[in-house]
């Protein structure tokens, strides 16, 4: 089996890359030359761990190419998965599908033999419809199916989300394209993964309502957090207290400082726009959005009231920049709310991340970086813990003392115990512990 993967960018280099794992022959196809020569000699334009040794053996293996050739990749191919970007729109979160909808014209032109085509970009109900549609009238002729095959994998653990997911969702309508797509994923069937086959607008509506149940499953840890603070409740002790019940589970019931990322805030405002138009509003997952967005301001608040009600000439010392560990991703990154915020009340910012700095560079400004985590914090009136990256999660505290100018410490995630961080005689605040 020959696979074409359109897009190189997060999802569409992972699955590509995982799939040439799997033993099946891939071609990633990007239109930037430049990252196509980069990717031909190793160079990945992500940070995932793991991901450059996979990309080398499979490349090496001969399984693995890349071009900016769509013609000769997609001629060839059993199966092309559109895995191009689909950006927010103009219109009020709706998602930009024009790169879809190019992908699918272009692969329309060149076809041959039976092909089916899958729809791996997060797309509203409907698009692999509009996909099909727009092949059609470009190709009638044609044979092929489209097929929603939505992915699920995070950032940061990427390949092992992929190589042993909690399920496979396959929009196949014909016997023919479900029987390709399970050859695809038949090396998952060892390991046992529940394949679930649906109709097309069933697999598209499956990958918003998964982000959006998770992104509803955060915020409610969150006003829980709120909470907690005000009664003198734990929200760990609560969030594992619920946790426990497997009707509710465990996972991503962690406080913190709001969601953020590439999906997350993306799909759930994308989900809101589709359920508008079509007269059914999902008030709940509405509610979500404004909650996460004003809790991510809200946080500003918090630090400013832990230094004793203002910023203004103070230094404050950031660790952790992207919007979570293990990526050096920045998109709608609690920091990006949090840091403007606190120099209009004139405060300067040094801050530390492991990956994002370069990014962060370019979105933020008057931020001074540092080379460590302990370069920053000389002489800061106090420290904040943004993102968990592991690094953090065990500091020399009595370094960390010595360098502060006063021992105020803001961890917005939780990641040290407040009895502890007392005796070490840090002015320590959290999310929704007891202190
Ligand atoms: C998310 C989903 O988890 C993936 O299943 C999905 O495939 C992906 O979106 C996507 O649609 O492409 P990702 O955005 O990489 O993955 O990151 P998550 O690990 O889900 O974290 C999202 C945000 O929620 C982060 O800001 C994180 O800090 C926050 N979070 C997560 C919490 O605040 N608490 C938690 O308990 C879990």
Not at 18 to 29: H, I
Not at 84 to 104: C, F, H, I, N, R
Not at 244 to 264: E, M, N, Q, T, V
Request: net charge negative; with cysteine.
């Amino acid at each position: 089996m020959r696979i074409a993967m359109i897009g190189t960018g997060y999802v569409g280099l992972v699955s590509g890359t995982c799939f040439s794992e799997f033993g099946t022959n891939v071609v990633c196809v990007d239109k930037d030359e430049k990252k196509i020569e980069g990717l031909k000699k190793g160079v990945i334009p992500i940070f995932e761990p793991g991901l450059d040794t996979l990309v080398k053996n499979n490349t090496e293996a001969g399984r693995l190419t890349f071009t900016t050739e769509l013609e000769e990749a997609a001629k060839k191919a059993d199966a092309i998965f559109i895995a191009v970007g689909t950006p927010p729109g103009e219109k009020d979160g709706q998602a930009d599908l024009s790169y879809v909808y190019q992908a699918a014209r272009e692969i329309a032109a060149v076809i041959e033999g039976y092909t089916v085509i899958i729809t791996k970009s997060t797309v509203p109900v409907g698009t692999g419809r509009e996909v099909e549609r727009i092949i059609r009238e470009e190709r009638p002729d044609a044979d092929f199916d489209v097929v929603s095959n939505p992915e699920f994998l995070r950032e940061g653990a990427a390949i092992s989300d992929f190589m042993r997911p909690d399920r496979v969702v396959i929009g196949a309508e014909s016997k023919r394209a479900q029987d390709l797509m399970a050859e695809l994923y038949r090396p998952l069937y060892l390991i046992e993964t529940p394949i679930l086959f649906t109709k097309l607008e069933t697999s598209e509506l499956i990958k918003y309502a998964g982000n959006a149940f998770l992104a509803t499953k955060i915020s409610f840890i969150n006003q829980m957090a709120d909470l907690c603070e005000k009664v003198g409740a734990d929200v760990h002790q609560v969030a594992k207290g619920i946790g426990l019940d497997g009707r509710i589970g465990r996972k991503f019931l962690h406080a913190g400082p709001g969601y953020g990322g590439s999906c997350f805030p993306k799909d759930t405002q994308a989900l809101a726009f589709t359920a508008r138009e079509n007269n059914a509003p999902v008030s709940l997952v509405e509610d979500v959005i404004s909650y996460n967005d004003e809790r991510k301001r809200r946080m500003a608040k918090k630090i400013i009231a832990q230094c004793g009600g203002s910023v203004e000439g103070k230094k404050i010392a950031v660790l952790g920049l992207t919007f979570k560990p293990n990526t050096d991703d920045m998109r709608d990154s609690p920091s990006l709310d949090i840091i403007p915020i606190l120099q209009s009340k004139g405060a300067r910012i040094s801050a530390y991340d492991p990956e994002g700095m370069e990014e962060a560079s370019h979105l933020l400004s008057d931020v001074s970086y540092g080379k460590n985590a302990y370069e920053i914090m000389d002489k800061a009136d106090a420290l904040v813990i943004i993102t968990e990256w592991n690094e953090f999660r065990r500091l020399d505290l009595s370094r960390v003392k010595s360098l502060l100018s006063s021992p105020v410490m803001i961890d917005l995630r939780n990641i040290y115990n407040p009895d502890e961080m007392k005796e070490e005689g840090f002015e320590y605040l959290c999310i929704g512990r007891p202190l």
